[in-house]
Each structure stands twice: as structure tokens, then as C-alpha cells.
């Protein structure tokens, strides 16, 4: 896996009920951890991009498991901050400053000192200065970490410092890549990377052995086999391929305490260094709510996505079979219905190279720009077939569409009023685009407000001929009347 093109990874680890998921939420901004004033709510490992201070990474909220019994909790907490730091650059011990320092926090400290890795103490409940001072902020010292903030996650005071000084940690961001043009510009046939990802025992392995044509990677019917993402290197049709052999996204409660833990978040920045994303479904069942979850991820990420249903050899053969499969994948996953679906047999073979050949259309598509001159007389035809309609009293005009990005590819259309586009109308424009230029990949449509050309010239006022000259002042005075 391309390692270097993946974000920095922030683990927040912790014993239960110290505010590990309200902190989580205050950094990422959103109520994405279930927060509740009991121990063990957190029963899964978050993952969210995050951002502060222009630097991008990937927050995990480690807290989450509800012990069995006293003497197995300190066991579990540390197997917990193991695993964050094994795979994170950047480990936050978030204590409880109301409660002060516990057995349980002196065990994961002194397992982090070992680590090597920039840790930070983050001292919550700390609302306000009375409590900073009269509190046990300074017994928190004695854990031995040097970088200890008082933190708010609730109230957020603190946090901001904090993630401060986290962010100088994190290594250096990589140079961004060229434009296009540019001295360095990305080889033209480098390989393509293909992240194979789905739900446990759907075949991964098995359809990653019979595309390379040998048994390389262990396979086997029980689910989670795979652990870490593998990559395997090979050429079709003249072109090069790197596949990486992902574990198995399973559902958030069924995710095991230790080894699949951080296997989904490697899955995860497998897909996000990929250039294609390959979902395995199993033909056997229809798509879950975990397959559209996982879908949802290359969406996010703008990769392109190509649906593999495989072990089609256990069903029977007929076109109606396999309509009535892909009427259940638009129907549950709808927000992908532009992606192309393939049926086939890891097992025997079947249409599994079809696999390589759909990948490299799907780059292609993700890589190609369309010319302006044949976007703008798309726009046309829109515009004279479907006005834009009539919001709070006015009507947005459109001007003109350019392609900005590739992978995923861009369109920018100029307008009067970007406020007043709706939802349905900015569908439309996707669609057509999609229609007629064959787009099967994730796409980016923005609206922008037209820059003026020059700006207007500000309004001079022009001082009264009366009052500027004071002879044309007695000119234009009233003729006396003779007597």
C-alpha cells in the first residue's frame, strides 16, 4: 500500500468514561461517537478526516468495549492503546481531570512511554480556570508525559492549543502533486491501483489469487483470514496493475476487540491510496447497509468504484437472476447506480479478467477531460430545454462550464446566483453529463459565482455648477423685472 500518500493517523486512547468520544467529536466537528455518561457505550473504533489549521488526518477514537469483569479491564484498555499505537504517528491520552489520576492511566502511560511515538496528555472536564487551579491538574504530571493540556471536550476550551501542538508532531505533509504540464507530471502508463474491499468471506483472496493465476495469498471460509492489505503486482492488456488484498470490513459491533481493529482502518487507507476501488459482494445474499457504507467511502473520497458480485456459480444461471440482483444494488445503493457491476466466479475463473479490463476503462474515465467547447454546448442544450426555475422570486443564470480536476473529474459552471440552484437542477446537469460523455465514475459539480470582468467604477458625485464658480452663480440668477 502506498503508505506515503495516506494521511497521518491521531489516536485517542483512554480508560472508559473519561470523554474519549466527546473529545472525538469536538475535533472532527460533528456527533459522529454515541456520548453517554456510561462506561463502555463505545462499543466500535471511529475513524473520521479531520482537519485543523489547514492539516488533514485521520482521528481514531479508541474507546470502546464494555468489560466483563474488573480484573479484565486494565488487560483490554492496554491492548487498546497498543493497537492505536502500532498504526498511529500521533497518540493522545485523554485522562479524567475531575477524577483525577487512576492505576489504570499510570499502565497505558508507561506502555506509551515505550512506544517512541509524540504522546500528549489531554486533561479533560477542565471547564474552567477554578477547576484548572483547584483541581488535579498538577497530580497528572507524575503519568511522565511532558505534553499535558487542560481540555474541555464538551465546552471545547483547550482543544484548539492542543491540536496546536499535535499537528507540529504529525511528519512533514508530501509536496503537492504537479499540475498538469508541469516538470514531474505522473507518468502516463505508471500502474493502476486496485483496492479489493467488502465484507468478510465474500472471496477477496480467492478472486485476488485467480486474477494473478497463483495461490499467493492464504485463503479460507473462515471470515477475517486476511489481516493487513497485501499487494500483488501484475500486467493485462499491456498495462500494469497493483491489486492490494484488503481485510474484511465487517460490521462496527461485530469488529473484535484486538487483530480486526486497525485492519479496517488499513483497509480503509488502502482504498483512499487507490486509484479504483473493487467491492466484492457475495451473489448468495443481496447487499447489506454495511456494502453501502463501504460504497459510500469511495464515493467520499471521489475514487471509482466497481461493483464484483462473486461466486455467481452458485446461483442459477438466468437473466432474471441477475436483474433482480441489480434492481436490489440500485435500490439500496442508489447514490451509485452510474457504477458498472460484473458478475463473476473467483472460484473457476469466470469473467474474472473482466475485472482488470473494467478497472483500466474506469481510470481512463477518472484521468480523461472533456473540451470545453463540447461542455459549453452541453450547457446550451440545457439551458433551452431545462430553465432553471423561479427561487424566492428570481431566477439563476448560467454562463459557462469548464472542467477544473480529473480523478475525480471537476465541472465548474459559472452563475449569477449559486444560491439559487436547487438540488434537482444540479441532478440533472450530473446526469447529463454522465449521459453523454459515458461517465461511470464518482464526479464533482460546482456552481461558482461569475467574477466580474472589471469592476465597476465607483459613482462620482459632480459638484453643482452653482456652487463651483460663483460668476456662473450670478448668471443664473433671475432676470429683474423693468419697470
Not at 258 to 285: C, G, I, N, Q
Request: charged share 30%; net charge positive; with cysteine.
Amino acid at each position: 500500500m502506498n503508505v506515503e500518500k495516506s494521511k497521518p493517523v491521531v489516536a485517542i486512547v483512554g480508560r472508559p468514561n473519561v470523554g474519549k468520544s466527546t473529545l472525538f467529536n469536538r475535533i472532527v466537528g460533528r456527533r459522529i461517537a454515541i456520548v453517554e455518561d456510561l462506561p463502555g457505550v463505545t462499543r466500535d473504533r471511529n475513524y473520521f478526516d479531520a482537519e485543523h489549521d489547514g492539516r488533514e488526518f485521520i482521528l481514531v477514537d479508541t474507546g470502546g468495549f464494555e468489560p466483563d469483569a474488573e480484573d479484565r479491564l486494565i488487560q483490554q484498555v492496554r491492548d487498546q492503546a497498543r493497537l492505536a499505537v502500532d498504526e498511529a504517528q500521533v497518540v493522545v491520552l485523554v485522562v479524567d481531570g475531575v477524577a483525577g489520576p487512576t492505576g489504570v492511566d499510570e499502565e497505558i502511560a508507561a506502555m506509551l512511554r515505550k512506544s517512541g511515538k509524540p504522546l500528549f496528555l489531554a486533561v479533560n472536564k477542565i471547564d474552567s480556570w477554578k477547576r484548572e487551579e483547584e483541581g488535579f491538574l498538577a497530580e497528572f504530571y507524575s503519568l511522565g508525559l511532558e505534553r499535558v493540556y487542560p481540555v474541555s471536550g464538551e465546552h471545547g476550551r483547550g482543544v484548539s492549543d492542543m491540536l496546536d501542538a499535535v499537528i507540529g508532531a504529525l511528519p512533514e505533509p508530501l509536496p503537492p502533486e504537479p499540475e498538469e504540464g508541469e516538470e514531474g507530471e505522473e507518468p502516463e502508463n505508471r500502474p493502476i491501483r486496485l483496492a479489493i474491499i467488502g465484507r468478510p468471506n465474500v472471496g477477496k483472496s480467492t478472486l485476488v489469487n485467480s486474477l494473478i493465476g497463483e495461490e499467493r495469498f492464504v485463503t479460507s471460509p473462515v471470515a477475517g483470514t486476511t489481516r493487513d492489505p497485501v499487494d500483488a503486482t501484475l500486467s493485462h492488456k499491456g498495462r500494469d496493475f497493483v491489486i492490494t488484498d484488503t481485510a474484511g470490513i465487517r460490521r462496527k459491533r461485530s469488529i473484535a476487540a484486538k487483530v480486526e481493529a486497525y485492519s479496517v482502518l488499513r483497509s480503509l487507507k488502502a482504498a483512499e491510496a487507490s486509484d479504483v476501488v473493487v467491492m466484492l459482494l457475495d451473489a448468495t445474499e443481496f447487499a447489506v447497509e454495511q456494502d453501502a457504507k463501504i460504497a459510500g467511502l469511495a464515493e467520499e473520497q471521489g475514487k471509482p468504484l466497481l461493483v464484483v458480485v462473486n461466486k455467481w456459480d452458485q446461483i442459477e444461471q438466468s437473466p432474471q437472476k441477475l436483474e433482480e440482483f441489480k434492481e436490489n444494488l440500485v435500490w439500496r445503493m442508489p447514490f451509485l447506480a452510474y457504477c458498472p457491476v460484473i458478475f463473476t466466479s473467483a472460484l473457476t475463473g469466470e469473467r474474472v479478467k473482466a475485472v482488470l479490463t473494467e478497472a483500466g476503462k474506469l481510470f481512463e474515465q477518472a484521468s480523461s477531460r472533456v473540451p470545453t467547447p463540447m461542455l459549453n454546448k452541453l450547457l446550451e442544450e440545457i439551458s433551452n430545454h431545462h430553465g432553471l426555475p423561479v427561487v424566492r422570486g428570481a431566477r439563476a443564470r448560467v454562463y459557462y462550464i469548464t472542467q477544473v480536476g480529473i480523478r475525480p473529474p471537476t465541472f465548474v459552471i459559472q452563475t449569477n446566483r449559486p444560491d439559487l440552484i436547487p438540488p434537482e437542477y444540479k441532478r440533472y446537469v450530473s446526469n447529463r453529463l454522465r449521459s453523454v460523455f459515458g461517465l461511470q465514475v464518482p464526479m464533482r459539480l460546482v456552481f461558482k459565482k461569475k467574477a466580474s470582468l472589471r469592476a465597476a467604477p465607483k459613482k462620482q458625485i459632480r459638484p453643482s455648477l452653482a456652487k463651483s464658480s460663483p460668476r456662473l452663480k450670478s448668471a443664473r440668477r433671475k432676470p429683474q423685472r423693468r419697470r
